[in-house]
């Protein structure tokens, strides 16, 4: 029994440990499994993390793909809205293909018919010939290196016709082996800046009225001259030249015929040297011409002669023909001057002197030249202080009646008594008191000191003569000038009708319309006006019959001609007869001898004045002339006398 139950208890036992190896034997495959699981379930989470990290960088690769595309749509359209709203054309020139690509914009400011010009040299063919270098040389110029940016200015071809200026801007894209593979840029129209450019730079070096080169840049062109002179030896000329008379010109007809005539002169003289040299205005009616190649003398003798015929010519202005004339002063470079102020100071005086000489003719400046002005210049200082150091003296000439041989009257002369210059003849110093203005306080000093004379004469018994006073045009052109005269006769109690004023025939010329008014004003107070040396200036017949004169006074050249016979004696006497006619007097100056006086008395001259009757006196010698010579009115000249002869018997 026990041993049944020991075996059965062995049994259980053994069944025990089965069952419990049984048992550990699955408890660790299920913790194995359980492991397994885990470890899996770990690499699955893993995975989905990985899968969930890709989506998400798939994702965001999405995103950023469609942003990149949104901006390279807004790129487009940007570049597109640029090209069509600007107002420069773009253009790109594909180098490898020769190919230009050009905008909508650039094909309306160039004309193209089609957006792509397929060859380099057909673009070339736009472009003005004269830019064309220019523009290469830019180009050329950026694909070195040598600038970072490509820009040049040049003109291309206008659908319109002619050319347009541009701007044209670039920069080239090269490929990895450093060749040029693409350039692209821009035009801008500048053809509005670039004429404003041309207008600002025009007005800076030439004159507005005559288009002619302005003092800047014939300074710059001479000084570029004379630079070039020291280097090669060349030689050059430059010429002053004043149109003389023209300010009486601008006063009589007024300043717009004048500056037509101006552009008139300019023009021609332009077209004369345009070749060989420069035309400049250096102001007023001064013109300057520069010829930088001028080697020989006859070269210039020949341009010089040219320039006087031209300007001698005829010039229509405003259906008025004109006849001018000018005087032109030379200065040679190196002789006269290696600099623009010294040759143009020295042109400006030999043409000075060319004036004084008579005007219409040229100079050329030499050293004497230069001391001449030196003491024009001192005469000038010393002029001034005439009046101050009571240095004027008067002079006083008898004119007589050709037909009685009675004193009718007498010219007043004006002389300088200077202490450094002696007794001055007014040839020498009445150009010059005109020029400075002091000629205006000359010349009312004369009118009321040889008024007095003649109120001293008929206070003494001599009774009234007519006074002949000399007026200046600049006398004539003050606005006082009436006013003046009147005060003089009402201050000596000279009558009106025995004051003559004589004119030269500069008055045709100088501000007409205001000094005939002014004459006119004069005469209807009874002054008596005469034109003094007839037929040495304008004469002009329409002229004459508006001037309100009493009286002609011959040239002395005329008188000079009875000399001479045949058809210069006659002129004399057409002349006496013609002024007859008019209703005018005829005063003959200058009668030296008896042939003359004879010839003059046949032709029915009315005043004689001269040698033959008497050197012009001081005022006391005067006085003993005519108590001697039948100074009171009705008297007789002595017998004897080399003129009284004349009318004796």
């Known amino acids: 029994m026990a041993n049944g139950f020991d075996f059965g208890i062995s049994v259980i036992i053994v069944l025990l440990i089965l069952i419990d190896v049984y048992l550990v034997v699955r408890i660790n495959k299920h913790k194995r499994t359980e492991a397994l699981l885990w470890q899996q379930s770990e690499e699955l989470k893993s995975a989905q993390s990985e899968l969930a990290a890709q989506e998400e960088e798939l994702r965001q690769g999405f995103h950023e793909l469609y942003l990149n595309e949104e901006k390279i749509r807004q790129h487009e359209e940007l570049s597109r809205l640029v090209a069509e709203g600007a107002n420069d054309a773009l253009w790109v020139w594909d180098m490898v293909t020769d190919a230009l690509v050009v905008s909508e914009r650039g094909r309306e400011l160039l004309g193209l018919p089609e957006h792509v010009v397929n060859t380099k040299e057909k673009w070339k063919q736009l472009i003005h010939p004269e ?196 005087s032109v002063g030379v200065a040679l470079y190196p002789m006269h001057g290696d600099n623009i102020d010294e040759l143009l100071r020295n042109a400006d005086t030999a043409m000075y002197l060319a004036k004084n000489s008579g005007k219409r003719t040229y100079m050329m400046f030499n050293k004497t030249m230069h001391e001449a002005v030196v003491e024009k210049t001192l005469m000038e200082a010393r002029l001034r202080r005439t009046l101050e150091q009571q240095e004027l003296r008067l002079l006083y000439q008898p004119q007589i009646n050709a037909n009685s041989g009675r004193v009718e009257g007498f010219e007043a002369l004006l002389r300088w008594e200077s202490p450094d210059y002696g007794l001055v003849a007014p040839p020498k110093f009445i150009s010059l008191a005109e020029e400075t203005g002091l000629i205006v306080e000359m010349g009312n000093w004369v009118l009321e000191q040889a008024c007095r004379f003649s109120r001293q004469l008929h206070a003494g018994g001599s009774g009234w003569l007519y006074t002949a006073v000399n007026i200046s045009v600049v006398q004539l052109m003050q606005e006082d000038f009436v006013e003046k005269v009147i005060s003089v006769l009402a201050e000596t109690g000279v009558p009106p009708q025995y004051l003559e ?108 004045q001269g040698y033959i009757i008497s050197r012009p006196l001081p005022p006391e010698a005067f006085v003993v002339w005519l108590q001697q010579h039948g100074g009171l009115l009705g008297g007789r000249q002595e017998a004897g006398h080399s003129w009284a002869t004349y009318y004796e018997g």
């Open 131 to 326: 830019d064309l270098p220019h523009m290469l040389d830019k180009l050329e110029e950026h694909l070195s290196g040598c600038n970072s940016f490509y820009g040049a200015e040049y003109r291309i071809a206008s659908p319109e016709g002619g050319y347009r200026w541009v701007l044209s801007r670039g920069k080239v894209m090269f490929d990895s082996q450093g060749q040029p593979v693409r350039m692209a840029g821009s035009y801008t129209d500048i053809t509005e800046r670039k004429y404003k450019e041309e207008k600002i730079k025009h007005m800076a070096y030439y004159d507005a009225l005559t288009g002619l080169a302005n003092r800047e840049l014939l300074t710059e062109t001479v000084n570029q001259a004379l630079a070039a002179a020291r280097q090669d030896g060349s030689q050059g000329a430059v010429l002053f030249i004043d149109i003389d008379n023209f300010k009486q010109i601008n006063d009589t007809y007024g300043h717009s015929w004048g500056d037509k005539l101006l552009v008139n002169i300019s023009g021609k003289l332009t077209a004369l040297v345009y070749e060989a040299g420069m035309v400049a205005r250096w102001g007023g009616d001064e013109i300057i011409i520069f010829l930088p190649k001028i080697n020989k003398t006859e070269e210039f003798a020949a341009y010089a002669d040219k320039i006087m015929r031209l300007l001698e010519k005829p010039i229509l202005v405003n259906e008025h023909v004109f006849y001018i004339t000018a």
């Open 501 to 608: 004023l004589e004119i030269t025939e500069s008055v045709l010329m100088e501000r007409f319309e205001e000094n005939i008014r002014k004459l006119e004003a004069l005469r209807e107070l009874g002054v008596r006006i005469a034109l003094d040396d007839f037929g040495s200036g304008y004469s002009s017949l329409t002229y004459l019959k508006k001037l309100p004169i009493a009286a002609l006074k011959m040239d002395k050249a005329f008188v000079d001609d009875i000399a001479v016979g045949g058809v210069d004696a006659a002129i004399t006497g057409s002349i006496i007869e013609l002024a007859h006619q008019m209703g005018l007097q005829v005063v003959a100056e200058g009668v030296e001898n008896g042939d003359q006086l004879r010839y003059l008395r046949e032709k029915k001259c009315d005043i004689i």
